[in-house]
């Protein structure tokens, strides 16, 4: 079985400031992770995913994450945000193996101040 | 982008009415998810399907059903809705094998009087 675990419910930051949303993962097995975006009102968006290969993954929205699989973490990370960026962010995880769901982590809130 | 479909996007009903949500997708995706989403919580996979006529139960226990008569279709039915039902519910598909890479719909909030 899997957990994550996103330390932080909600984050605040001025627009234009970097951000960092933590995600953190057990595992007895190799993973592949994801983060979605989830805009008020609507389903969530895949921003991108760890399959294999190099640690530091880019996505959509000038958003990237670094796999680090001896700290177990995955946080994702954007050098500047903006006022459209704020949504619920959500951090997954799936075994490598199996046709099952992915499991979530709670959400973070980012919330951008102009 | 994935095409995904969910009717209605919000459904208010009282207690004890039969309701089917609708989730469809024009990918040809042979796997199907039905998540359950509280406020500020994380979504949890109530059921799932590998194809047609395959549904499985998900990690989370749910009084709903599913059913999977055609690859794209995979309708989320309450027989008697109660309060507790009350939820936003996430449609999602995605192809078999593979990194599991899951494409969602945009969601239906249920409220149950």
């Known amino acids: 079985a899997q957990s994550v675990t996103q330390l932080d419910s909600q984050v605040p930051v001025f627009e234009e400031a970097p951000v960092e949303l933590r995600c953190n993962y057990s595992?007895?097995?190799?993973?592949?992770l994801f983060w979605y975006v989830q805009y008020p009102n609507q389903g969530l968006q895949l921003l991108l995913k760890y399959l294999s290969g190099s640690t530091l993954v880019k996505g959509i929205n000038g958003f990237e994450a670094e796999f680090n699989k001896s700290q177990t973490s995955f946080h994702l990370r954007k050098p500047s945000v903006h006022i459209s960026d704020t949504a619920e962010y959500f951090c997954a995880v799936s075994d490598r193996g199996g046709a099952d769901g992915l499991t979530f982590g709670k959400g973070t809130h980012l919330i951008i101040q102009p | 982008e994935a095409d995904i479909y969910q009717t209605p996007r919000y459904l208010v009903i009282g207690t004890g009415k039969k309701i089917t949500l609708e989730c469809s997708q024009t990918m040809g995706h042979d796997k199907m998810y039905w998540y359950q989403q509280d406020p500020g919580m994380e979504l949890h996979l109530i059921h799932y399907s590998y194809g047609v006529n395959s549904t499985e139960k998900g990690d989370l226990s749910s009084e709903s059903t599913v059913s999977r008569i055609r690859t794209e279709h995979f309708p989320l039915t309450l027989e008697s809705a109660r309060p507790s039902h009350t939820s936003q519910y996430l449609c999602?598909?995605?192809?078999?094998?593979?990194?599991?890479?899951?494409?969602f719909g945009a969601g239906t909030r249920l409220s149950v009087l």
């Open positions: 595992s007895s097995v190799s993973v592949y």
């Open positions: 999602a598909s995605g192809l078999a094998g593979g990194p599991n890479i899951q494409y």
